[in-house]
Nanobody, 121 residues
Framework: QLQLVESVGGLVQHGVSLRLSCAAS????????MGWYRQAPGKQRELVAV???????NYANAPKVRFTIARDNNKNMVHLQMNSLKPEDTAVYYC???????????????WGQGTQVTVSS
């Protein structure tokens, strides 16, 4: 059973840093792109950052300067370092990965359950 498990987010103050992690597990053959998305209350889910298996990154405009995505291919993990957090960063953060497994033909997108990050002003 393939799954993505995110670390716990939490309630933090404006200006602090927080690191989210996500681990993929199961019958994994290969993981292509991994990424982070977020969904604020009343808004659609949006891209935060993605990273290819070779380390090529792509960031959304809003958090580009303050956030850094990284991955550990040996551990099938992806991390999101978030610095100088702002109240507008408050959202549920979701990990995603495009995974080729032994259980299915081709690569498919998988999602974590989401982790709440709340930034107080």
């Amino acid at each position: 059973q393939l799954q993505l498990v995110e670390s716990v987010g939490g309630l933090v103050q404006h200006g602090v840093s927080l690191r989210l992690s996500c681990a993929a597990s199961g019958s994994i053959v290969r993981i292509a792109e991994m990424g982070w998305y977020r969904q604020a209350p009343g808004k659609q889910r949006e891209l935060v950052a993605v990273i290819s298996s070779r380390g090529t990154t792509n960031y959304a405009n809003a958090p580009k300067v303050r956030f850094t995505i990284a991955r550990d291919n040996n551990k099938n993990m992806v991390h999101l370092q978030m610095n100088s957090l702002k109240p507008e960063d408050t959202a549920v953060y979701y990990c995603s990965a495009r995974i080729q497994s032994t259980a299915a033909w081709g690569a498919h997108d998988y999602w974590g359950q989401g982790t709440q990050v709340t930034v107080s002003s």
